[in-house]
Protein backbone atom coordinates (compact mmCIF):
# COMPACT_ATOMS: atom_id res chain seq x y z
CA UNK A 1 0.00 0.00 0.00
CA UNK A 2 2.63 2.88 1.09
CA UNK A 3 6.06 1.85 0.65
CA UNK A 4 9.80 3.58 1.57
CA UNK A 5 12.44 3.89 -0.06
CA UNK A 6 15.85 5.14 1.41
CA UNK A 7 13.88 8.63 1.86
CA UNK A 8 15.72 11.51 2.64
CA UNK A 9 13.73 14.81 3.20
CA UNK A 10 15.67 18.01 4.00
CA UNK A 11 13.69 21.45 3.28
CA UNK A 12 15.58 24.41 2.17
CA UNK A 13 18.17 26.08 4.74
CA UNK A 14 18.05 23.08 7.30
CA UNK A 15 19.41 19.73 8.00
CA UNK A 16 17.90 16.62 7.17
CA UNK A 17 14.48 16.04 8.76
CA UNK A 18 14.54 12.14 7.47
CA UNK A 19 17.34 10.06 6.75
CA UNK A 20 17.44 7.26 4.44
CA UNK A 21 13.91 6.09 5.75
CA UNK A 22 12.69 2.67 3.98
CA UNK A 23 9.58 0.86 5.00
CA UNK A 24 6.70 -0.27 4.07
CA UNK A 25 2.89 -0.75 5.38
CA UNK A 26 0.14 -2.82 3.61
CA UNK A 27 -3.14 -2.37 3.53
CA UNK A 28 -5.67 -2.47 6.83
CA UNK A 29 -1.89 -2.13 9.08
CA UNK A 30 -2.71 0.21 12.21
CA UNK A 31 0.79 1.68 12.09
CA UNK A 32 2.12 4.42 14.90
CA UNK A 33 4.68 6.73 13.88
CA UNK A 34 6.58 7.64 17.16
CA UNK A 35 9.45 9.97 18.87
CA UNK A 36 9.90 13.28 20.14
CA UNK A 37 8.79 16.64 18.47
CA UNK A 38 10.96 17.57 15.70
CA UNK A 39 11.60 14.06 14.94
CA UNK A 40 10.25 14.07 11.45
CA UNK A 41 6.94 12.71 12.39
CA UNK A 42 4.87 15.32 10.37
CA UNK A 43 7.24 15.15 7.47
CA UNK A 44 6.69 11.49 7.07
CA UNK A 45 3.14 12.01 7.03
CA UNK A 46 3.34 15.12 5.16
CA UNK A 47 5.28 12.91 1.98
CA UNK A 48 2.69 10.02 2.42
CA UNK A 49 -0.18 12.95 1.53
CA UNK A 50 1.56 14.44 -1.22
CA UNK A 51 2.22 17.71 0.44
CA UNK A 52 5.95 17.44 0.50
CA UNK A 53 8.17 15.54 -1.92
CA UNK A 54 10.94 13.61 -0.83
CA UNK A 55 14.89 15.15 -1.57
CA UNK A 56 15.68 11.54 -2.47
CA UNK A 57 14.30 8.31 -2.33
CA UNK A 58 11.44 7.17 -3.72
CA UNK A 59 7.95 7.09 -1.94
CA UNK A 60 4.98 4.60 -3.28
CA UNK A 61 1.53 4.71 -2.28
CA UNK A 62 -0.76 2.57 -4.31
CA UNK A 63 2.09 1.37 -6.92
CA UNK A 64 2.31 5.40 -7.81
CA UNK A 65 5.89 7.45 -6.90
CA UNK A 66 4.52 10.42 -5.57
CA UNK A 67 8.34 12.26 -5.92
CA UNK A 68 7.00 11.48 -10.14
CA UNK A 69 3.65 12.55 -9.90
CA UNK A 70 2.42 15.37 -12.13
CA UNK A 71 1.30 18.29 -10.13
CA UNK A 72 -2.39 17.84 -11.63
CA UNK A 73 -2.46 14.48 -10.53
CA UNK A 74 -1.85 15.12 -7.12
CA UNK A 75 -5.15 15.63 -5.96
CA UNK A 76 -6.68 12.68 -7.13
CA UNK A 77 -4.04 10.79 -5.07
CA UNK A 78 -4.91 13.05 -1.81
CA UNK A 79 -8.75 11.84 -2.19
CA UNK A 80 -7.63 8.87 -1.38
CA UNK A 81 -6.01 9.19 2.17
CA UNK A 82 -8.92 11.08 5.09
CA UNK A 83 -6.25 13.70 6.63
CA UNK A 84 -6.71 14.47 10.53
CA UNK A 85 -5.26 17.56 11.74
CA UNK A 86 -3.54 18.07 15.20
CA UNK A 87 -5.22 21.42 14.81
CA UNK A 88 -8.76 19.91 13.11
CA UNK A 89 -8.38 22.50 10.23
CA UNK A 90 -12.19 22.77 10.50
CA UNK A 91 -14.43 25.79 8.79
CA UNK A 92 -15.38 28.04 11.58
CA UNK A 93 -18.03 29.76 8.81
CA UNK A 94 -20.19 27.26 8.71
CA UNK A 95 -22.14 24.45 10.63
CA UNK A 96 -20.97 20.56 11.19
CA UNK A 97 -22.82 19.20 8.28
CA UNK A 98 -21.43 21.78 5.93
CA UNK A 99 -17.90 21.28 7.18
CA UNK A 100 -18.29 17.22 6.60
CA UNK A 101 -20.11 17.19 3.12
CA UNK A 102 -16.57 19.42 1.77
CA UNK A 103 -15.02 16.51 0.41
CA UNK A 104 -18.03 15.19 -1.07
CA UNK A 105 -18.27 18.60 -2.94
CA UNK A 106 -14.73 18.20 -4.39
CA UNK A 107 -15.50 14.36 -4.93
CA UNK A 108 -18.66 15.38 -7.13
CA UNK A 109 -20.86 14.19 -5.08
CA UNK A 110 -24.20 15.88 -4.46
CA UNK A 111 -27.72 15.84 -3.31
CA UNK A 112 -29.02 13.16 -1.10
CA UNK A 113 -26.31 10.83 -1.58
CA UNK A 114 -24.20 13.05 -0.04
CA UNK A 115 -26.43 14.07 2.50
CA UNK A 116 -26.99 10.83 3.55
CA UNK A 117 -22.82 9.92 3.45
CA UNK A 118 -22.35 13.33 5.38
CA UNK A 119 -25.12 11.81 8.46
CA UNK A 120 -23.34 8.61 8.06
CA UNK A 121 -20.20 9.66 8.65
CA UNK A 122 -21.58 11.91 11.49
CA UNK A 123 -23.14 9.10 13.15
CA UNK A 124 -19.98 7.30 13.03
CA UNK A 125 -18.24 9.76 15.29
CA UNK A 126 -21.57 10.30 17.43
CA UNK A 127 -22.16 13.89 16.22
CA UNK A 128 -25.15 13.09 14.58
CA UNK A 129 -27.43 15.03 16.65
CA UNK A 130 -24.88 17.99 16.01
CA UNK A 131 -25.19 18.21 12.63
CA UNK A 132 -26.25 21.90 12.92
CA UNK A 133 -24.00 22.81 15.30
CA UNK A 134 -21.67 25.48 14.43
CA UNK A 135 -17.89 24.11 15.38
CA UNK A 136 -16.92 26.47 17.70
CA UNK A 137 -19.50 25.47 19.75
CA UNK A 138 -18.06 21.87 20.23
CA UNK A 139 -15.56 20.74 22.83
CA UNK A 140 -11.84 20.10 21.62
CA UNK A 141 -12.81 16.08 21.37
CA UNK A 142 -15.84 16.73 19.50
CA UNK A 143 -14.08 19.12 17.01
CA UNK A 144 -11.78 16.66 17.02
CA UNK A 145 -14.64 13.62 15.85
CA UNK A 146 -15.98 16.11 13.59
CA UNK A 147 -12.36 16.09 11.74
CA UNK A 148 -12.84 12.51 11.75
CA UNK A 149 -15.68 12.36 10.04
CA UNK A 150 -14.31 15.01 7.58
CA UNK A 151 -11.75 12.71 6.79
CA UNK A 152 -13.93 9.59 6.95
CA UNK A 153 -17.04 11.03 4.55
CA UNK A 154 -15.88 10.02 1.35
CA UNK A 155 -14.73 6.49 2.16
CA UNK A 156 -10.71 6.69 2.10
CA UNK A 157 -8.30 3.43 2.10
CA UNK A 158 -6.07 4.77 4.38
CA UNK A 159 -6.50 7.42 7.02
CA UNK A 160 -3.51 9.51 7.81
CA UNK A 161 -3.74 11.44 11.31
CA UNK A 162 -1.19 13.59 12.72
CA UNK A 163 -1.64 13.67 16.66
CA UNK A 164 -5.03 13.59 16.66
CA UNK A 165 -4.83 13.35 20.84
CA UNK A 166 -2.26 15.94 20.89
CA UNK A 167 -4.62 18.65 22.65
CA UNK A 168 -6.58 16.48 24.46
CA UNK A 169 -7.18 15.42 27.95
CA UNK A 170 -7.21 11.26 28.75
CA UNK A 171 -11.16 10.43 28.33
CA UNK A 172 -11.33 12.44 25.18
CA UNK A 173 -7.76 10.63 23.61
CA UNK A 174 -9.71 6.86 24.50
CA UNK A 175 -12.97 8.01 22.49
CA UNK A 176 -11.07 9.25 19.71
CA UNK A 177 -8.53 6.51 19.78
CA UNK A 178 -11.70 3.93 19.54
CA UNK A 179 -12.87 5.52 16.47
CA UNK A 180 -9.67 5.05 14.86
CA UNK A 181 -9.44 1.32 15.65
CA UNK A 182 -13.08 1.41 14.67
CA UNK A 183 -12.11 2.22 11.24
CA UNK A 184 -9.45 0.03 11.56
CA UNK A 185 -11.52 -3.31 11.97
CA UNK A 186 -13.51 -2.45 8.76
CA UNK A 187 -10.42 -2.60 7.00
CA UNK A 188 -8.75 0.91 6.84
CA UNK A 189 -5.22 1.75 6.89
CA UNK A 190 -4.40 4.00 9.86
CA UNK A 191 -1.43 5.85 10.29
CA UNK A 192 -0.92 7.59 13.12
CA UNK A 193 2.04 10.01 14.50
CA UNK A 194 1.50 10.54 18.39
CA UNK A 195 4.26 11.45 20.89
CA UNK A 196 2.49 10.23 23.36
CA UNK A 197 2.41 6.82 25.11
CA UNK A 198 -1.28 6.48 25.02
CA UNK A 199 -0.25 6.13 20.78
CA UNK A 200 1.52 2.83 21.30
CA UNK A 201 -1.17 1.21 22.94
CA UNK A 202 -0.44 -2.09 21.61
CA UNK A 203 1.86 -4.75 21.24
CA UNK A 204 0.11 -5.64 17.97
CA UNK A 205 0.37 -2.27 16.06
CA UNK A 206 3.67 -1.90 14.29
CA UNK A 207 5.27 1.34 16.09
CA UNK A 208 7.47 3.09 13.28
CA UNK A 209 9.77 4.90 16.04
CA UNK A 210 11.59 7.96 14.75
CA UNK A 211 14.98 9.62 16.08
CA UNK A 212 16.64 12.53 14.60
CA UNK A 213 15.06 11.55 11.17
CA UNK A 214 16.12 7.93 11.63
CA UNK A 215 14.36 4.74 12.06
CA UNK A 216 14.88 2.91 15.35
CA UNK A 217 13.51 -0.30 17.19
CA UNK A 218 11.04 0.12 19.71
CA UNK A 219 9.73 -1.55 22.46
CA UNK A 220 6.69 -0.64 24.22
CA UNK A 221 6.93 0.35 27.97
CA UNK A 222 4.76 -0.82 30.50
CA UNK A 223 2.75 2.39 30.27
CA UNK A 224 1.96 1.87 26.98
CA UNK A 225 0.66 -1.70 28.14
CA UNK A 226 -1.51 -0.68 30.83
CA UNK A 227 -2.46 2.05 28.75
CA UNK A 228 -3.77 -0.44 25.75
CA UNK A 229 -6.42 -2.52 28.42
CA UNK A 230 -8.52 1.24 28.86
CA UNK A 231 -8.32 1.62 25.18
CA UNK A 232 -9.98 -1.26 24.36
CA UNK A 233 -12.54 -1.11 26.99
CA UNK A 234 -13.82 2.11 24.87
CA UNK A 235 -13.51 0.44 21.84
CA UNK A 236 -16.14 -1.85 22.64
CA UNK A 237 -18.42 1.01 23.78
CA UNK A 238 -18.09 2.35 20.35
CA UNK A 239 -18.35 -0.61 17.92
CA UNK B 1 -20.36 16.07 -18.11
CA UNK B 2 -23.07 16.21 -15.41
CA UNK B 3 -20.63 15.98 -12.89
CA UNK B 4 -18.97 19.02 -14.75
CA UNK B 5 -21.92 20.69 -14.87
CA UNK B 6 -23.02 20.01 -11.70
CA UNK B 7 -19.99 21.38 -9.95
CA UNK B 8 -20.39 24.66 -12.59
CA UNK B 9 -23.83 25.91 -10.59
CA UNK B 10 -22.77 24.55 -7.44
CA UNK B 11 -20.14 27.18 -8.42
CA UNK B 12 -22.32 29.72 -9.48
CA UNK B 13 -24.60 29.74 -6.31
CA UNK B 14 -22.42 29.75 -4.37
CA UNK B 15 -21.18 33.39 -6.09
CA UNK B 16 -24.66 34.69 -6.08
CA UNK B 17 -25.59 33.58 -2.45
CA UNK B 18 -22.25 35.47 -1.52
CA UNK B 19 -23.04 38.51 -3.29
CA UNK B 20 -26.09 38.14 -1.86
CA UNK B 21 -24.44 38.58 1.64
CA UNK B 22 -23.00 41.31 0.62
CA UNK B 23 -25.01 42.99 -1.24
CA UNK B 24 -24.50 46.75 -1.01
CA UNK B 25 -20.61 46.25 -1.66
CA UNK B 26 -21.72 44.17 -4.81
CA UNK B 27 -23.85 46.66 -6.12
CA UNK B 28 -21.08 49.18 -5.81
CA UNK B 29 -18.45 46.96 -7.42
CA UNK B 30 -20.64 46.17 -10.05
CA UNK B 31 -21.61 50.22 -10.00
CA UNK B 32 -18.23 50.75 -10.81
CA UNK B 33 -17.69 49.01 -13.71
CA UNK B 34 -21.58 49.84 -14.74
CA UNK B 35 -19.54 53.71 -15.15
CA UNK B 36 -16.70 52.88 -16.44
CA UNK B 37 -18.25 50.82 -19.25
CA UNK B 38 -20.64 53.71 -19.82
CA UNK B 39 -18.18 56.66 -20.07
CA UNK B 40 -16.29 55.15 -23.43
CA UNK B 41 -19.69 53.67 -25.02
CA UNK B 42 -21.23 57.05 -24.66
CA UNK B 43 -18.87 58.38 -26.33
CA UNK B 44 -18.56 55.88 -29.14
CA UNK B 45 -22.05 56.17 -29.78
CA UNK B 46 -22.70 60.23 -30.10
CA UNK B 47 -19.07 59.56 -32.29
CA UNK B 48 -20.67 56.83 -34.52
CA UNK B 49 -23.96 58.46 -34.95
CA UNK B 50 -22.58 62.28 -35.88
CA UNK B 51 -19.82 60.59 -38.47
CA UNK B 52 -22.97 58.04 -40.04
CA UNK B 53 -24.48 61.45 -40.59
CA UNK B 54 -21.84 63.54 -42.01
CA UNK B 55 -20.68 59.92 -44.39
CA UNK B 56 -24.25 60.67 -45.42
CA UNK B 57 -23.31 64.75 -46.34
CA UNK B 58 -19.91 63.88 -47.84
CA UNK B 59 -21.89 61.32 -50.71
CA UNK B 60 -24.13 64.64 -51.91
CA UNK B 61 -21.91 66.42 -54.59
CA UNK B 62 -23.68 69.76 -54.83
CA UNK B 63 -22.14 73.16 -55.56
CA UNK B 64 -23.86 76.34 -54.60
CA UNK B 65 -22.88 79.51 -56.31
CA UNK B 66 -23.16 82.69 -54.81
CA UNK B 67 -23.68 86.19 -57.10
CA UNK B 68 -22.55 88.95 -56.49
CA UNK B 69 -25.29 90.75 -54.20
CA UNK B 70 -25.91 93.35 -57.06
CA UNK B 71 -26.17 90.88 -59.85
CA UNK B 72 -28.89 91.89 -62.49
CA UNK B 73 -31.03 89.60 -63.71
CA UNK B 74 -28.87 89.91 -67.47
CA UNK B 75 -26.03 88.24 -65.51
CA UNK B 76 -28.02 85.81 -63.94
CA UNK B 77 -29.43 84.98 -67.59
CA UNK B 78 -25.40 84.74 -68.65
CA UNK B 79 -24.75 82.35 -66.00
CA UNK B 80 -27.34 80.17 -66.55
CA UNK B 81 -26.76 79.73 -70.60
CA UNK B 82 -22.54 79.09 -69.45
CA UNK B 83 -24.14 76.34 -66.69
CA UNK B 84 -26.20 75.12 -69.38
CA UNK B 85 -23.35 74.32 -71.87
CA UNK B 86 -21.15 72.82 -68.52
CA UNK B 87 -21.14 68.79 -69.53
CA UNK B 88 -19.80 68.48 -66.08
CA UNK B 89 -23.01 69.62 -64.76
CA UNK B 90 -25.68 66.62 -63.87
CA UNK B 91 -28.15 69.53 -63.31
CA UNK B 92 -28.31 72.62 -61.32
CA UNK B 93 -31.66 75.36 -60.38
CA UNK B 94 -31.66 78.29 -59.17
CA UNK B 95 -33.00 80.45 -56.35
CA UNK B 96 -33.08 83.80 -56.49
CA UNK B 97 -33.03 85.81 -53.74
CA UNK B 98 -36.71 86.77 -52.87
CA UNK B 99 -37.50 82.92 -53.07
CA UNK B 100 -34.38 82.44 -50.40
CA UNK B 101 -36.11 85.52 -48.13
CA UNK B 102 -39.23 83.80 -48.30
CA UNK B 103 -38.33 79.92 -47.78
CA UNK B 104 -36.15 81.95 -44.49
CA UNK B 105 -38.71 83.90 -43.03
CA UNK B 106 -41.36 80.76 -43.28
CA UNK B 107 -38.76 77.97 -41.69
CA UNK B 108 -38.17 80.49 -38.87
CA UNK B 109 -41.68 81.21 -38.06
CA UNK B 110 -41.75 78.91 -35.09
CA UNK B 111 -38.87 79.69 -33.73
CA UNK B 112 -39.19 82.48 -31.91
CA UNK B 113 -35.33 83.74 -31.44
CA UNK B 114 -34.65 83.13 -35.05
CA UNK B 115 -38.22 85.08 -36.24
CA UNK B 116 -37.33 87.84 -34.49
CA UNK B 117 -33.46 88.04 -35.75
CA UNK B 118 -34.93 87.74 -39.06
CA UNK B 119 -37.23 90.21 -39.20
CA UNK B 120 -34.66 92.94 -37.19
CA UNK B 121 -32.91 92.18 -40.47
CA UNK B 122 -35.29 94.83 -42.25
CA UNK B 123 -34.09 94.17 -45.93
CA UNK B 124 -33.10 90.81 -47.74
CA UNK B 125 -29.38 89.93 -47.21
CA UNK B 126 -29.61 87.22 -49.31
CA UNK B 127 -27.62 86.58 -52.60
CA UNK B 128 -29.18 84.75 -55.64
CA UNK B 129 -27.75 81.38 -55.60
CA UNK B 130 -27.75 78.23 -58.26
CA UNK B 131 -27.71 74.94 -56.74
CA UNK B 132 -25.45 72.68 -59.09
CA UNK B 133 -25.32 68.84 -58.96
CA UNK B 134 -22.31 67.57 -60.46
CA UNK B 135 -21.93 64.42 -63.10
CA UNK B 136 -18.71 63.21 -61.42
CA UNK B 137 -18.28 62.04 -57.71
CA UNK B 138 -14.34 62.32 -57.55
CA UNK B 139 -13.08 64.52 -55.18
CA UNK B 140 -10.38 66.18 -57.98
CA UNK B 141 -13.61 66.90 -60.86
CA UNK B 142 -15.76 68.53 -58.36
CA UNK B 143 -12.51 70.47 -57.00
CA UNK B 144 -11.78 71.67 -61.26
CA UNK B 145 -15.84 72.38 -61.41
CA UNK B 146 -15.91 74.26 -58.44
CA UNK B 147 -12.36 76.70 -59.83
CA UNK B 148 -14.09 76.75 -62.98
CA UNK B 149 -16.97 78.22 -61.72
CA UNK B 150 -15.36 80.91 -59.24
CA UNK B 151 -13.98 82.05 -62.43
CA UNK B 152 -16.99 83.03 -63.80
CA UNK B 153 -17.88 86.83 -63.77
CA UNK B 154 -20.71 88.20 -61.19
CA UNK B 155 -19.74 84.96 -59.27
CA UNK B 156 -19.21 85.70 -55.64
CA UNK B 157 -18.49 82.54 -53.94
CA UNK B 158 -18.39 78.70 -55.42
CA UNK B 159 -19.04 76.34 -52.16
CA UNK B 160 -19.25 72.44 -51.82
CA UNK B 161 -22.18 72.32 -49.31
CA UNK B 162 -20.56 70.06 -47.37
CA UNK B 163 -16.72 71.26 -46.99
CA UNK B 164 -17.41 71.36 -42.91
CA UNK B 165 -18.76 68.05 -42.94
CA UNK B 166 -15.03 66.55 -44.34
CA UNK B 167 -13.54 68.55 -41.55
CA UNK B 168 -15.87 67.44 -39.01
CA UNK B 169 -15.59 63.38 -40.66
CA UNK B 170 -11.51 63.54 -40.00
CA UNK B 171 -12.17 65.49 -36.47
CA UNK B 172 -14.69 62.68 -35.66
CA UNK B 173 -12.05 59.97 -36.92
CA UNK B 174 -9.64 61.37 -34.32
CA UNK B 175 -12.23 61.29 -31.97
CA UNK B 176 -12.89 57.52 -32.80
CA UNK B 177 -9.09 56.57 -31.90
CA UNK B 178 -9.34 58.78 -28.63
CA UNK B 179 -12.34 56.98 -27.55
CA UNK B 180 -9.52 53.73 -28.39
CA UNK B 181 -7.01 54.92 -25.89
CA UNK B 182 -9.66 55.56 -23.00
CA UNK B 183 -11.49 52.72 -23.45
CA UNK B 184 -8.19 50.73 -23.10
CA UNK B 185 -7.42 52.60 -19.86
CA UNK B 186 -11.03 52.08 -18.42
CA UNK B 187 -9.97 48.51 -19.21
CA UNK B 188 -6.32 48.24 -17.25
CA UNK B 189 -8.46 50.46 -14.31
CA UNK B 190 -11.40 47.71 -14.66
CA UNK B 191 -8.86 44.75 -14.52
CA UNK B 192 -7.36 46.15 -11.38
CA UNK B 193 -10.42 46.75 -9.31
CA UNK B 194 -12.32 43.05 -10.13
CA UNK B 195 -9.04 41.35 -9.78
CA UNK B 196 -8.35 43.18 -6.10
CA UNK B 197 -12.06 42.53 -5.13
CA UNK B 198 -11.50 39.48 -5.99
CA UNK B 199 -8.77 38.89 -4.15
CA UNK B 200 -10.04 40.13 -1.48
CA UNK B 201 -12.54 37.43 -1.26
CA UNK B 202 -9.84 34.66 -1.57
CA UNK B 203 -7.82 36.09 1.40
CA UNK B 204 -11.84 35.62 3.45
CA UNK B 205 -11.87 32.25 2.02
CA UNK B 206 -8.21 31.09 2.88
CA UNK B 207 -8.68 28.60 5.19
CA UNK B 208 -11.10 26.99 3.11
CA UNK B 209 -9.46 26.53 0.20
CA UNK B 210 -6.16 25.67 2.64
CA UNK B 211 -8.03 22.92 3.39
CA UNK B 212 -9.78 21.90 0.13
CA UNK B 213 -6.15 21.65 -0.88
CA UNK B 214 -5.36 19.03 1.56
CA UNK B 215 -8.29 16.85 0.79
CA UNK B 216 -7.81 16.91 -3.07
CA UNK B 217 -9.48 19.32 -4.23
CA UNK B 218 -8.32 20.66 -8.18
CA UNK B 219 -6.77 23.78 -8.69
CA UNK B 220 -10.16 24.29 -11.02
CA UNK B 221 -12.24 23.04 -8.04
CA UNK B 222 -11.07 26.29 -6.26
CA UNK B 223 -10.39 28.69 -9.43
CA UNK B 224 -14.09 28.41 -10.72
CA UNK B 225 -16.07 30.28 -7.86
CA UNK B 226 -13.72 32.97 -8.19
CA UNK B 227 -13.88 32.94 -11.98
CA UNK B 228 -17.87 33.27 -12.15
CA UNK B 229 -17.68 35.69 -9.10
CA UNK B 230 -15.27 38.30 -11.74
CA UNK B 231 -17.54 36.98 -14.73
CA UNK B 232 -20.44 37.91 -12.54
CA UNK B 233 -19.66 41.57 -11.49
CA UNK B 234 -19.16 42.27 -15.02
CA UNK B 235 -22.24 41.10 -16.16
CA UNK B 236 -23.78 43.00 -14.06
CA UNK B 237 -21.96 45.91 -14.33
CA UNK B 238 -22.46 46.20 -17.86
CA UNK B 239 -26.18 45.62 -17.49
CA UNK B 240 -26.01 48.77 -15.54
CA UNK B 241 -24.10 50.60 -18.30
CA UNK B 242 -26.79 49.57 -20.63
CA UNK B 243 -29.66 50.66 -17.90
CA UNK B 244 -27.28 54.07 -17.76
CA UNK B 245 -26.62 54.35 -21.34
CA UNK B 246 -30.68 53.75 -22.57
CA UNK B 247 -31.23 56.62 -19.69
CA UNK B 248 -28.92 58.87 -21.47
CA UNK B 249 -29.93 58.55 -24.91
CA UNK B 250 -33.69 58.95 -24.50
CA UNK B 251 -32.80 62.36 -22.30
CA UNK B 252 -30.49 63.45 -25.10
CA UNK B 253 -33.03 62.40 -27.47
CA UNK B 254 -35.33 64.29 -26.12
CA UNK B 255 -33.62 67.48 -26.45
CA UNK B 256 -31.62 66.43 -29.56
CA UNK B 257 -35.29 66.12 -31.60
CA UNK B 258 -35.99 69.97 -31.06
CA UNK B 259 -32.63 71.30 -32.79
CA UNK B 260 -32.92 68.50 -35.40
CA UNK B 261 -36.24 69.83 -36.67
CA UNK B 262 -34.53 72.91 -37.61
CA UNK B 263 -32.04 71.34 -39.64
CA UNK B 264 -34.85 69.31 -41.63
CA UNK B 265 -33.11 66.09 -40.03
CA UNK B 266 -34.54 63.52 -37.64
CA UNK B 267 -31.77 62.58 -36.21
CA UNK B 268 -31.85 60.71 -32.93
CA UNK B 269 -29.73 58.34 -31.32
CA UNK B 270 -31.08 54.53 -31.19
CA UNK B 271 -32.70 53.71 -28.12
CA UNK B 272 -31.78 49.74 -28.66
CA UNK B 273 -28.15 49.42 -29.86
CA UNK B 274 -27.71 45.51 -30.18
CA UNK B 275 -24.40 45.31 -30.68
CA UNK B 276 -22.45 48.06 -28.70
CA UNK B 277 -25.06 46.44 -25.72
CA UNK B 278 -23.95 43.20 -26.21
CA UNK B 279 -20.13 44.35 -26.94
CA UNK B 280 -20.31 46.59 -23.85
CA UNK B 281 -21.48 43.06 -21.46
CA UNK B 282 -19.32 40.75 -23.23
CA UNK B 283 -16.40 42.76 -22.97
CA UNK B 284 -17.12 43.62 -19.01
CA UNK B 285 -17.77 39.68 -18.70
CA UNK B 286 -14.29 39.14 -20.53
CA UNK B 287 -12.61 41.88 -18.47
CA UNK B 288 -14.27 40.44 -15.23
CA UNK B 289 -13.04 36.82 -15.93
CA UNK B 290 -9.50 37.62 -17.18
CA UNK B 291 -8.54 39.86 -13.83
CA UNK B 292 -10.02 37.34 -11.38
CA UNK B 293 -8.20 34.64 -13.23
CA UNK B 294 -4.80 36.26 -12.39
CA UNK B 295 -6.06 37.29 -8.89
CA UNK B 296 -7.11 33.90 -8.61
CA UNK B 297 -3.79 32.27 -9.96
CA UNK B 298 -1.50 34.41 -7.81
CA UNK B 299 -3.42 33.75 -4.82
CA UNK B 300 -3.58 30.14 -4.94
CA UNK B 301 0.18 30.07 -5.46
CA UNK B 302 0.72 31.49 -3.03
CA UNK B 303 -1.53 29.86 -0.42
CA UNK B 304 0.03 26.80 -1.51
CA UNK B 305 3.32 28.11 -0.90
CA UNK B 306 2.35 28.60 2.55
CA UNK B 307 1.20 25.50 3.33
CA UNK B 308 4.46 23.77 2.45
CA UNK B 309 6.50 25.72 4.31
CA UNK B 310 4.88 24.65 7.61
Known sequence: ???????????????????????????????????????????????????????????????????????SAIPFLRR???????????????????????????????????????????????????????????????QQRLAIARAVVSRPSILIADEPTGNLDASYTADIMAIFYAFNQVGVTVIMATHDALGMSTTQNRVLHLNQGKLVPSTPSHADLSALNQTELSIEKFA | MSNWLNHQLQA???????????????????????????????????????????DHMQTETEISLFLELDASSDTISEIDALLAKNSAIKQYHLITKDAAWQQLQEKSKNNHDISDAVN?????????????????????????????LQTIPGVEQALFNTEWAKRLATLLSLSKKLIFFIASLLA?????????????????????????????????????????????????GGLLAVL??????????????????????????????????????????????IGSYFAVTRAIASIVHLQKSH
Not at chain 1, 6 to 15: A, E, F, I, L
Not at chain 2, 198 to 220: C, F, W
Open chain 1, 80 to 142: RFGLIFQDHKLLYDRNCFENVILPLRINGVSGNEAAKRVRAALDKVGLLHKEKAMPITLSGGE
Open chain 2, 12 to 54: IKLVLSRMRDNLLSSFMICLVVGVAMCLPSLFYLGIDNLSKLT
Open chain 2, 120 to 148: QLGKNPLPDAFFIQAESTEPEALELLRNE
Open chain 2, 188 to 236: VVLLVIIGNTVRMQILTQKDEIEVSYLIGATSSFIRTPFLYAGMLYGLF
Open chain 2, 244 to 289: MMMWMIQTFNYSVSQISYLYNSDFRLALFNGVVYLTVIGSAMLIGW
Open chain 1, 1 to 71: MIQFDQVTKRYPGSDEVLKNISFSVNAGEFVFVTGHSGAGKSTLLKLIAATERPTSGTVLVANQNVSQLKA
